[in-house]
Structure formats: structure tokens, C-alpha cells
DNA sequence: CGTGTTGTTCAGTT
DNA sequence: TAACTGAACAACAC
């Protein structure tokens, strides 16, 4: 599930549940998503510090504290709980932050990612080091420096965290549906105004996702026929073809997007 | 028992 | 060097 949109509905979690809050304990239910840090040290860093103002980038929540920052990462299936204390416990919630009001749960199924610890706001930056311009608010100008250099296809460049932080295999198909441009096109060929029209989309998509908490499926995007047995394409109504593209699963219109 | 999955990383290769 | 490929991670659905 997460991508940007989703990450930043648990940014809303954090702020709403969180922000102000002392965290009273931590329990840790299940240690495999610690990375880089003990079950002890965490909640020897954490008890007693009040959640502040949270922040993103890309894909990662960062939950700064009066003390230490607590970085999120939710894989594919991670998500961010918050509710009242007495709430019965979910099996998948591996991280539980026990507040003077109120919880919040770090629940994955899956453990493909985790939480880290950084001390202060210099270990924040080295974690984040290989992350690219948040997708969300990067500039044209810095889009097409990240995206037009790199030698690869264009999904290939709109999925790499270190190129562009936030989008996902689903995102990266709706947004090159939109800007009628194929997966495999090489990103170094685009001329401007299709690197402006890639741009644009991003935020566009972006927007409405972010508004909606979540990639939406609605009908007239392209991720609301994904799923579908023999998808078409809400613009031409052509078939859409499924294929692998930089080794994901992905969705595109032929008509809409030929190859060059 | 296979196959597939909205994410990342690493080893090996082109 | 840049970038690609496949496997691995973990857990579940079909």
C-alpha cells in the first residue's frame, strides 16, 4: 500500500494522535522490524520525550521528538495506527507507542522495512543521504536535472528513490499513463515539454492522491483497472497491456503510450 | 505446490 | 560508472 499519499495520511495519523503527547513506553511485540537498534535502547530513548511536529520524505515518516527522531518505513504493507489506549492489540502491530493519551502502532504485516533511530537531526540527514527530491514539492527545474540525465527508461527513473523519493510501481504507471508516455521510453530522450508534462502530472496525481489519503481506484484512473481481467483504458477505451517493465508489474495503454 | 504482491537492497552482469 | 537483472527478505492470498 504505501506510497507518498499513504505516508503522508500517517503523517496526518502522527500529528493528530502523537504531536504534544509524552510517550509513556514502547512495546516492542516484534524486534524483526528494528533496524539498527535494540528493543532496550529504543524505549530507553524514547520514554519520557513528547512527540513534536512531524515530518516526510519520499517514503519515510520521520517522528522528531523533543529527544532523538524515530524514522518509519512501511515496506508494502505497513501502516500507522492511531487509537485509544484500551484498543485491543492487532497481531501485526510489531511497535506500540504507548502515549499519556491515546497509542499509536507501527502495525506491518510483512517486515521488508522497519524503524530506525537517529539521535538528533544530523543522523536524520545521513539516513535520508540517498533519498532524491521529494516528489511532492520538487521544482520543474529540479525534476528534469533528476529525471532527463538518467541513461535508463523512464519508469525505471520515476520509481528510484535516489533519483525522485515518494512514488511507487502504482503511482509511476498512473502518472506516465497521464503524460502519454511509455515505461521504456529512455529518460535521457524527452524533450522539454514532455519533461514539463511529466512534471505537471507528477504534481497533479500527487495532489489528488495526497487529498485522498491514498492512491485512489477510482474509474477514470488508470490504477482503478488494474486488477481488471481484461483492462481498458479510460481515455480511449482501448485494451491496456500488462507487462514488466524495471522488473515490476506494469500497466500501460499502447494506443495512449507508443513507444516512441 | 506453484504464482504474485503498492518496497528496498545486494550481488553479479552488461 | 551507470544501470539492469534476479534473488532475497516475510507473510499471505489465490
Redesign the pocket.
Known amino acids: 500500500?504505501?506510497?507518498l499519499p499513504?505516508v503522508e495520511s500517517f503523517r496526518h495519523v502522527l500529528d493528530s494522535h502523537g504531536r504534544g503527547r509524552r510517550i509513556e513506553d514502547v512495546e516492542v511485540n516484534?524486534a524483526?522490524v528494528l533496524r539498527g537498534v535494540t528493543a532496550r535502547r529504543l524505549r530507553q530513548a524514547l520514554r519520557g520525550r513528547r512527540f513534536r511536529a512531524p515530518g516526510r520524505h519520499?517514503?519515510w515518516l520521520i517522528a522528531r521528538t523533543d529527544g532523538p527522531a524515530v524514522l518509519m518505513?512501511?515496506?508494502?504493507?505497513g501502516e500507522l495506527v492511531g487509537g485509544p489506549q484500551a484498543e485491543e492489540r492487532h497481531?501485526?502491530d510489531r511497535v506500540v507507542f504507548v502515549l499519556d493519551h491515546g497509542r499509536l502502532c507501527y502495525r506491518d504485516?510483512?517486515?521488508?522495512?522497519g524503524i530506525r533511530l537517529a539521535d538528533d537531526e544530523a543522523a536524520v540527514e545521513r539516513l535520508l543521504a540517498?533519498q532524491g527530491p521529494d516528489a511532492l514539492d520538487v521544482g520543474r527545474q529540479e525534476f528534469a536535472e533528476a529525471i532527463g540525465?538518467?541513461?535508463?527508461?523512464l519508469k525505471?527513473?520515476l520509481?528510484?528513490?535516489?533519483v525522485l523519493?515518494g512514488?511507487?510501481?502504482?503511482?509511476a504507471d498512473e502518472i506516465l499513463w497521464r503524460s502519454r508516455l511509455h515505461p521504456s521510453r529512455p529518460?535521457r530522450e524527452l524533450s522539454d515539454d514532455e519533461l514539463r508534462r511529466l512534471h505537471g502530472e507528477t504534481r497533479r496525481v500527487l495532489r489528488q492522491s495526497v487529498r485522498a489519503g491514498?492512491?485512489p481506484g477510482r474509474p477514470s484512473w488508470l490504477t482503478g483497472h488494474?486488477d481488471d481481467p481484461h483492462p481498458q483504458c479510460p481515455r480511449c477505451g482501448g485494451p491496456l497491456r500488462r507487462g514488466?517493465?524495471?522488473?515490476?508489474?506494469t500497466v500501460w495503454c499502447p494506443q495512449c503510450q507508443p513507444a516512441d
Open positions: 500500500m504505501p506510497e499513504d516484534d524483526g519520499g517514503k518505513h512501511f515496506g508494502m504493507t497481531p501485526h504485516q510483512r517486515k521488508l522495512q540517498d540525465v538518467r541513461r535508463g527508461g525505471s527513473a520509481i528510484d528513490q535516489s523519493a512514488l511507487g510501481n502504482l503511482l529518460a491514498r492512491v488494474r514488466r517493465v524495471a522488473g515490476r508489474s
